[in-house]
């Protein structure tokens, strides 16, 4: 996901026009070709921070476009156009209170060195982050006193992209960011995960709903079982979240989510309310060839 220069540009011109704002207007003011303004427009309603309304084109009633609203009023007078362009929303994205080396930042977002020191050269020079030096390499960090609506700008976007992702039919159980948790009683082209995983782990359970997640991706077995952990509300979803815990405890032991204290005072014999007993634990135990 990126914006070229005149993506903002235009988000601009819709925001603080006078007049309404149509294609031929877009093309006047950026100077551009009736094609491009074409493809400019496609690619802002795709994002859901524009609207074609008649012959006009307008600012989007999302989520991401309120927040773009509030960011213009704030900074008008700064170069958005440039802070937004490329692939500088993916930095903005990662960057946070926690101050991260350049280095850091490079293998987090896979932007070139080269190309990331001077996004963050740019930032520097208008306060978007701060710089502190820690040994020999300088660490950066968001500033959030001076551009809090950047953040929440960007922090909405990237959440409205992901939402989007969650078929109209499916339940979402969570947004992680860049990726989602969700079921269906379809099937759907997406990625098995959480319980429906859980038989490519010698657990086979009969599930009356389908746990995916997307964008589709090879999911790591720590990522099921947090997925599972996410999706266990009920107590037979606690108890399956218990038997995958046990089968693969050397891989799960480091696993860091509110549930696992809970989790394990039950295997000491502790009684939680909403957890099974040692004993339910237990009964299920030999189904699964599974050592307490």
Same mark, same amino acid.
């Not at 476009?65 to 994205?93: C, D, G, N, Q, T």
């Not at 990625?191 to 964008?215: N, Q, V």
């Not at 939680?272 to 030999?286: F, M, N, S, V």
């Given at each position: 996901?990126?914006?070229?220069?005149?993506?903002?540009?235009? =988000?601009?011109?819709?925001?603080?026009?006078?007049?309404?704002?149509?294609?031929?207007?877009?093309?006047?003011?950026?100077?551009?070709?009736?094609?491009?303004?074409?493809?400019?427009?496609?690619?802002?309603?795709?994002?859901?921070?524009?609207?074609?309304?008649?012959?006009? /084109?307008?600012?989007?009633?999302?989520?991401?476009?309120?927040?773009?609203?509030?960011?213009?009023?704030?900074?008008?007078?700064?170069?958005?156009?440039?802070?937004?362009?490329?692939?500088? /929303?993916? =930095?903005?994205?990662?960057?946070?209170?926690?101050?991260?080396?350049?280095?850091?930042?490079?293998?987090?977002?896979?932007?070139?060195?080269?190309?990331?020191?001077?996004?963050?050269?740019?930032?520097?020079?208008?306060?978007? /982050?701060?710089?502190?030096?820690?040994?020999?390499?300088?660490?950066?960090?968001?500033?959030?006193?001076?551009?809090?609506?950047?953040?929440?700008? /960007?922090?909405?976007?990237?959440?409205?992209?992901?939402?989007?992702?969650?078929?109209?039919?499916?339940?979402?159980?969570?947004?992680?960011?860049?990726?989602?948790?969700?079921?269906?009683?379809?099937?759907?082209?997406?990625?098995?995960?959480?319980?429906?995983?859980?038989?490519?782990?010698?657990?086979?359970?009969?599930?009356?709903?389908?746990?995916?997640?997307?964008?589709?991706?090879?999911?790591?077995?720590?990522?099921?079982?947090?997925?599972?952990?996410?999706?266990?509300?009920?107590?037979?979803?606690?108890?399956?979240?218990?038997?995958?815990?046990?089968?693969?405890?050397?891989?799960?032991?480091?696993?860091?989510?509110?549930?696992?204290?809970?989790?394990?005072?039950?295997?000491?014999?502790?009684?939680?309310?909403?957890?099974?007993?040692?004993?339910?634990?237990?009964?299920?135990?030999?189904?699964?060839?599974?050592?307490?």
């Amino acid at each position: 996901m990126s914006f070229s220069q005149n993506d903002v540009r235009a =988000l601009v011109l819709i925001i603080g026009s006078k007049e309404p704002v149509n294609p031929s207007t877009l093309q006047a003011e950026l100077g551009l070709r009736r094609e491009t303004v074409s493809r400019l427009i496609t690619h802002l309603v795709e994002m859901g921070l524009a609207e074609r309304s008649g012959r006009e /084109v307008v600012l989007a009633g999302t989520p991401p476009a309120e927040a773009f609203k509030k960011l213009y009023f704030s900074h008008r007078a700064s170069p958005l156009h440039k802070i937004l362009s490329l692939r500088r /929303v993916e =930095l903005l994205a990662r960057l946070d209170r926690t101050p991260r080396s350049l280095e850091e930042l490079a293998v987090e977002t896979g932007i070139p060195s080269d190309t990331l020191y001077g996004y963050l050269k740019g930032f520097l020079w208008v306060g978007i /982050v701060s710089r502190s030096k820690q040994g020999k390499a300088y660490h950066f960090s968001f500033n959030y006193i001076i551009w809090p609506e950047l953040k929440d700008f /960007v922090t909405s976007l990237l959440e409205y992209q992901v939402l989007r992702l969650v078929p109209r039919e499916a339940l979402l159980i969570k947004s992680y960011g860049t990726s989602v948790l969700f079921k269906s009683l379809r099937p759907q082209d997406a990625t098995f995960t959480s319980f429906s995983a859980y038989e490519d782990y010698g657990i086979e359970l009969g599930l009356r709903d389908y746990y995916y997640t997307l964008p589709k991706r090879e999911m790591s077995i720590q990522e099921v079982f947090i997925h599972s952990l996410d999706s266990a509300w009920e107590f037979s979803q606690k108890l399956f979240c218990v038997l995958f815990y046990l089968k693969n405890r050397d891989k799960l032991e480091a696993i860091d989510h509110p549930m696992m204290k809970d989790l394990k005072a039950v295997l000491q014999g502790e009684r939680i309310k909403g957890y099974p007993t040692l004993d339910d634990i237990e009964d299920r135990t030999d189904l699964y060839d599974i050592k307490l």
